[in-house]
């Protein structure tokens, strides 16, 4: 079994982002500029967040960090991104999700400028990418497919499983690995909570893609040996004897899949940071103009 790696390949990106900036600015242009919208004080989102100004700052990056009650009102928040689309600084943006029951998450992203929508969520890009046009990749999804990439896992053919169907995972990385790229041209098949003999599935994956945040789902006895697993999974499970009073808990039973996997991701460290580093390279994009003019 093989562990990626995904803290260390994403540090290896970020550096190569932050020679690139460097260089920009050498030739007198702006530094690239990530601007956030955090509603209320959820844990994960507090922590993610961090993260991302945390690369920003690797990165050579300029951040702004926008934080609102959960009590915001829907109109308020719209006005926010209102003035986001027109500051002429801000290259990228996103609103970190969930939001709040009160606000309507689809009417948040579509009001995000296309050209700003560095998470790839807003339809123009979603739609872009379902067709194979230059885009904003979502940024877990093309973390997932930079790191099958970098690690030269072969996918040209391969049986490839995705668990979960959500719109930020399972339905792009799905869209990602079925097209004509490298990595690509897999046979994807997606479950979902009304599939039937899951197991019938993810026995034939070469490739399992687990995303339904249910920790431990995926068992032994589901893998074919030899298989690749990326685990997208991040539960927070309370856990007394830590510090913080809980750990990050994956979709897969690491201790008992890895052993007859070819390779697997560890979580932490495998996905969730490729999935800051994505950010970082559309931000990077979104500044230089290589999608949208
Ligand atoms: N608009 C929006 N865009 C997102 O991209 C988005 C979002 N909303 N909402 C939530 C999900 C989740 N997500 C993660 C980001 C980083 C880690 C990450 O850094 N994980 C570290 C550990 C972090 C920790 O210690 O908790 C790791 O896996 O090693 C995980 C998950 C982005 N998301
Ligand atoms: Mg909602």
Redesign the pocket.
């Given at each position: 079994m093989k562990l990626i790696d995904?803290?260390a390949t994403a540090e290896a990106i970020k550096a190569e982002i932050a020679a690139t900036v460097e260089q920009m600015v050498a030739e007198g242009r702006k530094r690239p500029h990530l601007a956030?919208i955090l509603v209320g004080h959820d844990g994960?989102?507090e922590?993610?967040v961090a993260?991302?100004v945390k690369a920003c700052e690797r990165c050579g990056f300029r951040s702004t960090l926008i934080r609102f009650e959960d009590t915001v009102e829907e109109t308020q928040l719209l006005e926010a991104i209102a003035r986001l689309n027109a500051d002429a600084d801000v290259d990228g943006f996103?609103?970190?999700?969930?939001l709040p029951r009160h606000i309507s998450e689809q009417r948040v992203i579509q009001a995000i400028d296309y050209r700003k929508d560095v998470?790839g969520?807003h339809p123009v890009n979603v739609g872009r990418m379902s067709i194979g046009l230059p885009c904003f990749l979502?940024?877990?999804p093309a973390g997932i497919v930079e790191l099958l990439g970098r690690h030269g896992i072969p996918t040209k053919g391969a049986e490839c499983v995705v668990l979960g169907r959500s719109n930020?995972v399972g339905k792009p990385v799905a869209q990602l690995l079925m097209q004509k790229h490298n990595p690509g041209d897999c046979t994807v098949t997606v479950c979902h909570s009304a599939t039937r003999d899951l197991k019938e599935h993810t026995r034939r994956a070469d490739i399992i893609i687990a995303a339904l945040g249910q920790p431990g789902f995926v068992t032994a006895d589901m893998v074919k040996p030899g298989a690749v697993i990326i685990d997208v999974g991040?539960t927070?499970v309370p856990d007394p004897s830590r510090k913080s009073g809980f750990r990050?808990c994956g979709d897969v039973d690491f201790e008992n899949v890895a052993p007859i996997c070819s390779w697997i991701t560890?979580?932490?460290?495998?996905?969730?940071?490729m999935?800051?580093c994505s950010?970082m390279q559309n931000t990077l994009l979104a500044a230089r103009h290589e999608i949208y003019d």
């Open positions: 995904g803290k956030a994960g989102s922590t993610y993260n991302k996103i609103v970190q999700l969930p998470d969520f979502p940024a877990t930020i991040t927070r990050l560890p979580v932490p460290g495998g996905v969730g940071p999935t800051i950010l």
